[in-house]
């Protein structure tokens, strides 16, 4: 059995220095758990925010103690009742290969969501930011100008299908011309624009957005978020879900002011976290399976293989390489 702990808290950029792995010895099952094995795991941009030492929505990683995040396992033994061998959950566990778990903390993966990995995708905690955050704080309206950045990676490129499916306008931000052109091939943007080689982004967008913007949806905030903020149209909802362009900065560089724009053009600008909808998750996992099966969703993931890959796979959350979510098969 394997476990991958936080070894030390990043200064800034994080390494797989930061990260290590151990052989432990597989745990026994007392009465009203179950022992599962991880089958996918999830690397997701807000678990550098844990290894923090700060207050947040969650509490900070222990160094020295497992890494934990999203998994979908198997049960290979339940001391509980209502769960069997066999089942698939997923929940947040520990980056480990085999361990002990109370079954309160897991959901059900149902046997229809094939591959189980969309439990943690499309179908699970990204595509319900995507449909969360767009629907209820966007509010999208048909004919409108969604922006949406990060727009190739888990969540984006779900915000992107939906927009779409609602009958908007969409322009895509992302970091190269592969992602590009799969935003505008694949996914149905508009337009999609290459933050990484176009010269003037504000000039870009404008061209882009020749009716202004009307809807916001900001995965990565910083330099892009000031060429956007300034296009919006009376009214504008602009939908803070993530700032990971500054996730690794030891200080938060200032930016414009935006709050005067935000009162003359009446627009409103909104934080949330995905858990502030724990009580309407079946509302949104009913709606995406429904346009996923209906194809109007794709599955878009970058799986790696390799359980001792994970820490990798977590640093190229940073560097952009993959498209879609990035889950690790464990082997
Ligand atoms: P992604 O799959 O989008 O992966 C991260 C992507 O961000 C990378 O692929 C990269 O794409 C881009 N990126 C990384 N660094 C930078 C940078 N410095 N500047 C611009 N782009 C960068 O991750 P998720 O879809 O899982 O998450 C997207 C955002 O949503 C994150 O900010 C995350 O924290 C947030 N989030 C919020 C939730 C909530 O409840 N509010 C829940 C889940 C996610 P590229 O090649 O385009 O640069």
Known sequence: NQVIEL???????????????????????????????????????????????????M????????????????????KSDNWREGDLV?????????????????????PQVQPSSLALSTLGMTGLTAYFGLMDIGQPQKGETVVVSGAAGAVGGVVVQIAKIQGCRVVAIAG?????????????????????TTTDMS?????????????????????????????????????????????????IPHGPRVAPLLVKRSALMKGFIVTDYQNQIKEGVTALS???????????????????????????LFTGEKLGKLVVQVN
């Open 176 to 196: 190269s011309d592969e992602k590009t052109t799969y935003l505008e091939n694949e996914l149905g943007a508009d337009v999609a624009l290459n933050y990484k």
């Open 90 to 110: 997923e929940g947040i566990l520990s980056w480990q290969r085999i361990q002990t778990v109370r079954p309160e903390l897991l959901r059900k993966v149902s």
């Open 203 to 251: 000039e870009a967008l404008k061209t882009a957005c020749p009716e202004g913007v009307d809807v916001y949806f900001d995965n990565v905030g910083g330099e892009i978020s000031d060429a956007v903020i300034p296009l919006i149209n009376k009214f504008a909802r602009i939908v803070l879900c993530g700032q990971i362009a500054l996730y690794n900065e030891t200080s």
């Open 290 to 316: 429904g346009w996923y099966q209906q194809g109007l969703l794709k599955h878009q993931e970058t799986v790696v293989e390799g359980f001792e890959k994970l820490p990798q796979a977590f640093l190229r």
């Open 7 to 57: 070894a030390e808290r990043p200064d800034g950029q994080p390494s797989e220095n930061n990260f290590r792995i151990k052989e432990i010895e597989t745990p026994t099952t007392k009465d009203g758990e179950v022992l599962v094995q991880s089958k996918y795991i999830s690397v997701d941009p807000y678990m550098r925010g844990r290894m923090r030492d700060e207050k947040s929505y």
């Open 59 to 78: 509490p900070p990683f222990e160094v020295n103690a497992p890494i934990q995040g999203g998994v979908v396992a198997e049960i290979l033994e339940s």
